[in-house]
């Protein structure tokens, strides 16, 4: 999908606001000042996803989704590095990580990384829905670690049959003694992706 200017800064604006808040509670959850840069945004064709997302395809990653549905449905990906989740991993929950066996520890890791996601995905989203005027209902959230091939063609199967397009955000987390890159992903079949468009389109001209 092309977008002029216009819709591009609405969409990055967009973005912006519902990242920001997403940092904020991400700030209190780990007790640490979080800067966020603004966020980079691109509409894409599913299949140009993995090469848009600009990662390297063998390496791993930490990738937490939820599905959300109202107006709009489709799934929001957040994506960090592994190395990345681990750091934030390491932030919350801290000294209990210290002795723990390696099952316990995977354990933990994944515990922290989805409730990480949940609030990230979630306060963005819920923002996201609110300035465009859509009900969003939210899923549990769900964890899958590996290389990005295999992340997206789990989600490929999951909307298998449907054209899809994918909405990319992407930003950098910057924290007192750690610096992390996340990107966050939203897959939309084509119709509710013109249903954003069409909420975007209603917003800029009530400016």
Do not use: C
Not at 17 to 27: W, Y
Not at 73 to 79: H, K
Not at 167 to 196: C, N, P, W, Y
């Amino acid at each position: 999908m092309e977008l002029d200017e216009l819709e591009r800064d609405a969409l990055r604006e967009l973005a912006n606001v519902g990242l920001s808040r997403a940092a904020t509670q991400l700030s209190e959850l780990l007790n640490d000042h979080i800067e966020m840069t603004v966020p980079l945004v691109q509409v894409v064709p599913y299949d140009q996803v993995t090469q848009a997302l600009q990662l390297d395809p063998h390496a791993m990653v930490a990738a937490v989704w939820q599905s959300f549905s109202g107006q709009s449905e489709g799934t929001s990906i957040l994506m960090f590095p592994s190395e990345d989740s681990k750091r934030l991993v390491r932030a919350l929950v801290g000294p209990s990580m210290l002795g723990a066996g390696e099952d316990d520890l995977r354990g933990i890791e994944h515990e922290a990384m989805m409730e990480i996601g949940n609030i990230i995905i979630t306060s963005g989203m819920a923002v996201i829905a609110d300035m465009l005027g859509q009900e969003v209902r939210m899923s549990l959230p769900g964890y899958m670690e590996g290389n990005l091939p295999d992340i997206m063609e789990q989600r490929n199967r999951d909307n298998a049959g449907r054209e899809m397009q994918a909405i990319i955000m992407f930003t950098h987390l910057k924290a007192a003694q750690r610096e992390i890159e996340g990107r966050m992903v939203m897959l939309m079949s084509v119709d509710s992706v013109q249903v954003l468009f069409d909420r975007l389109h209603k917003l800029l001209r009530s400016l």
